[in-house]
């Protein structure tokens, strides 16, 4: 797969650093660039034929229907789309009106992924987003009345703004909307941001994390009454739109990055990250530089990092892909290690995988990393 990361963000959210300028000169170098990187990187992927294409990261809905096209063109010089493929767009709310609308749903985007966030005034001035709750809900009309179906919205829990009725009610907006994909996290607080600076002022209270367990529980049985597949601890889908973006990520298959800050993996050992700074990034690729750095996984990295994935998911860790894989020391550290907490029932073995308990999926993180050879 290839994820395509956007480096253009015309809002600067209370809990996020992201913030880049969106001058037509910096649009234009940066556009040329990233069809400079593609070309550059087209040997990297094994797999030419491909299963997703992933356009995100600051805020892709910028772009005009042409310069998505033309970045798509960009990467059919080297690669073919599969018949099924799945091409996302990250969106905002406000940027969804209907002529945008209506010049994506004549493209080959096929996905979308809205920045929803909550369905409530206060949850969103909280965040300093753009969009109003009303625009929340109405993007997601207007993008169904053009067509477009298969939409994962993003959804916050845990804002100090927020209430179990008011995450109550953002859920049964959601189901109400016919919203086949949702992926929710936990409201964090970034260092360096407005929001952290609110809490220390005492202007709003810090996130408990008691309040987020119960509402990330009750979510959790809610869709899953409403036919939702929790497939991994943030994200849950109806039959058939499980994301193939976020699933190649969790199943440790490759993928390639575009763009600045975008990270790349081959499947086995080898991990890549461009650079940040859009300047460099620019001027790197003009004199036909590619504008990244890269590591070598050690066995235990690689380790670590199956485990820390696959335990976030309901597929859990292949235990035949582990064995094939890694040495016997590492494998007698993870017999080990795994028992004990098979004996508690916090792990538990299906068929030729290790899972977590949905009801013990809160701590999985903690879990992975008390496996982890450090």
């Known amino acids: 797969?290839?994820?395509?990361?956007?480096?253009?963000?015309?809002?600067?959210?209370?809990?996020?650093?992201?913030?880049?300028?969106?001058?037509?000169?910096?649009?234009?170098?940066?556009?040329?660039?990233?069809?400079?990187?593609?070309?550059?990187?087209?040997?990297?992927?094994?797999?030419?034929?491909?299963?997703?294409?992933?356009?995100?990261?600051?805020?892709?809905?910028?772009?005009?229907?042409?310069?998505?096209?033309?970045?798509?063109?960009?990467?059919?010089?080297?690669?073919?789309?599969?018949?099924?493929?799945?091409?996302?767009?990250?969106?905002?709310?406000?940027?969804?009106?209907?002529?945008?609308?209506?010049?994506?749903?004549?493209?080959?985007?096929?996905?979308?992924?809205?920045?929803?966030?909550?369905?409530?005034?206060?949850?969103?001035?909280?965040?300093?987003?753009?969009?109003?709750?009303?625009?929340?809900?109405?993007?997601?009309?207007?993008?169904?009345?053009?067509?477009?179906?298969?939409?994962?919205?993003?959804?916050?829990?845990?804002?100090?703004?927020?209430?179990?009725?008011?995450?109550?009610?953002?859920?049964?907006?959601?189901?109400?909307?016919?919203?086949?994909?949702?992926?929710?996290?936990?409201?964090?607080?970034?260092?360096?941001?407005?929001?952290?600076?609110w809490i220390e002022n005492g202007r709003?209270?810090?996130?408990?994390?008691?309040?987020?367990?119960?509402?990330?529980?009750?979510m959790k049985d809610f869709l899953k009454d409403h036919d939702f597949d929790h497939y991994e601890i943030s994200n849950f889908g109806k039959p058939g739109f499980h994301s193939k973006h976020n699933s190649s990520y969790w199943k440790y298959q490759e993928y390639l990055g575009i763009g600045p800050s975008a990270h790349s993996y081959n499947g086995n050992d080898l991990r890549s990250w461009n650079i940040a700074n859009n300047q460099q990034y620019i001027k790197k690729l003009s004199l036909n530089n590619l504008a990244k750095e890269e590591e070598i996984l050690s066995q235990e990295d690689q380790f670590n990092e199956m485990l820390m994935i696959g335990l976030r998911t309901m597929w859990g860790v292949d235990l035949i892909r582990l064995k094939e894989k890694f040495n016997d020391k590492i494998l007698e550290h993870f017999q080990n290690e795994i028992k004990p907490k098979i004996d508690e029932g916090i792990l538990v073995t299906d068929g030729n995988h290790l899972k977590i308990p949905e009801k013990h999926w809160f701590m999985a993180d903690g879990i992975a990393s008390d496996l982890f050879i450090v």
């Not at 015309?10 to 040329?32: I, P």
């Not at 709003?204 to 009750?218: H, I, L």
């Open 1 to 197: 797969m290839i994820y395509i990361h956007i480096p253009f963000c015309k809002q600067k959210c209370s809990y996020c650093n992201f913030h880049f300028s969106t001058s037509l000169n910096f649009k234009d170098e940066m556009l040329s660039a990233m069809k400079k990187e593609i070309f550059l990187r087209k040997d990297e992927l094994q797999n030419k034929n491909l299963n997703s294409l992933y356009f995100g990261g600051g805020t892709p809905s910028i772009l005009s229907s042409d310069e998505i096209k033309s970045l798509i063109d960009e990467v059919l010089k080297y690669f073919s789309l599969n018949s099924d493929i799945e091409i996302t767009l990250e969106a905002n709310p406000d940027d969804l009106n209907k002529s945008f609308l209506k010049e994506i749903s004549d493209s080959s985007i096929n996905r979308l992924s809205i920045g929803t966030q909550s369905f409530f005034e206060e949850d969103l001035k909280l965040m300093n987003r753009a969009h109003s709750a009303s625009e929340a809900e109405s993007s997601i009309k207007r993008a169904q009345d053009f067509g477009l179906e298969n939409i994962s919205i993003d959804l916050i829990y845990g804002s100090p703004t927020s209430n179990m009725e008011i995450w109550k009610e953002n859920l049964n907006k959601t189901i109400n909307l016919e919203v086949p994909h949702i992926s929710s996290y936990a409201l964090t607080v970034e260092p360096k941001t407005a929001l952290e600076k």
């Open 204 to 218: 709003v209270n810090s996130p408990k994390e008691t309040e987020q367990n119960r509402e990330f529980f009750y």
